[in-house]
T-cell receptor
Framework: DQQVKQNSPSLSVQEGRISILNCDYTNSMFDYFLWYKKYPAEGPTFLISISSIKDKNEDGRFTVFLNKSAKHLSLHIVPSQPGDSAVYFCAASASGSARQLTFGSGTQLTVLP | EAQVTQNPRYLITVTGKKLTVTCSQNMNHEYMSWYRQDPGLGLRQIYY???????DKGDVPEGYKVSRKEKRNFPLILESPSPNQTSLYFC?????????????FGQGTRLTVV
């Protein structure tokens, strides 16, 4: 049973528009959430994170929103650029857990020029 | 340059032939782990290590072994590989197992077992 779910395997967006990637989780013990970006033939790289004490975290063009009551988070990319085309993984962690990250299945974002 | 290095990048092997995938990090990180990535399933943790000589099972440990004799190295061992272990493998390290610590990933090892 997947505790972190990304229900959209793929998303296509026009360059300059907003990309919204969604993630749902079921484990109420999760209190820290991260997004990783992965290009082909490379390992995932950290993008942005948010603690459960916040509902929003912003870093340049990337903003992550957390809705704890809905157990839902989203990543907004504004404006989207062709270089943003990659697979995005949502991940979650529970403080006190040594097993660190639980990942979603990923969403392939394609930004069209 | 801070990095996590895996070798080999690509490997094709036959069922039952023991193999080892190496992982090394140069950041003096305490925490290291192995993941496998499969279509539709994302990354699933195989084993992790909180420090030298301290290892434990992740979500999908069956068919794998690990060791952590030195801080920088964390090899993944498949004693008798089977076709269902065909996958893309990633090694990761982080400064600690703390929940807010960023993990750094290697470039991946694509393993095919025939």
């Amino acid at each position: 049973d997947q505790q972190v779910k990304q229900n959209s395997p793929s998303l296509s967006v026009q360059e300059g528009r907003i990309s919204i990637l969604n993630c749902d989780y079921t484990n109420s013990m999760f209190d820290y959430f991260l997004w990783y970006k992965k290009y082909p033939a490379e390992g995932p790289t950290f993008l942005i994170s948010i603690s459960s004490i916040k509902d929003k975290n912003e870093d340049g063009r990337f903003t992550v929103f957390l809705n704890k009551s809905a157990k839902h988070l989203s990543l907004h990319i504004v404006p989207s650029q062709p270089g943003d085309s990659a697979v995005y993984f949502c991940a979650a962690s529970a403080s006190g857990s040594a097993r660190q990250l639980t990942f979603g299945s990923g969403t392939q974002l394609t930004v069209l020029p | 340059e801070a990095q996590v290095t895996q070798n080999p990048r690509y490997l094709i092997t036959v069922t039952g032939k023991k193999l080892t995938v190496t992982c090394s990090q140069n950041m003096n990180h305490e925490y290291m782990s192995w993941y496998r990535q499969d279509p539709g399933l994302g990354l699933r943790q195989i084993y992790y290590s909180m420090n030298v000589e301290v290892t434990d099972k992740g979500d999908v440990p069956e068919g794998y072994k690990v060791s952590r004799k030195e801080k920088r190295n964390f090899p993944l061992i498949l004693e008798s590989p089977s076709p269902n272990q065909t996958s893309l493998y990633f090694c990761a390290s982080s400064l600690s197992s703390s929940w807010d610590t960023e993990a750094f990933f290697g470039q991946g090892t694509r393993l095919t077992v025939v």
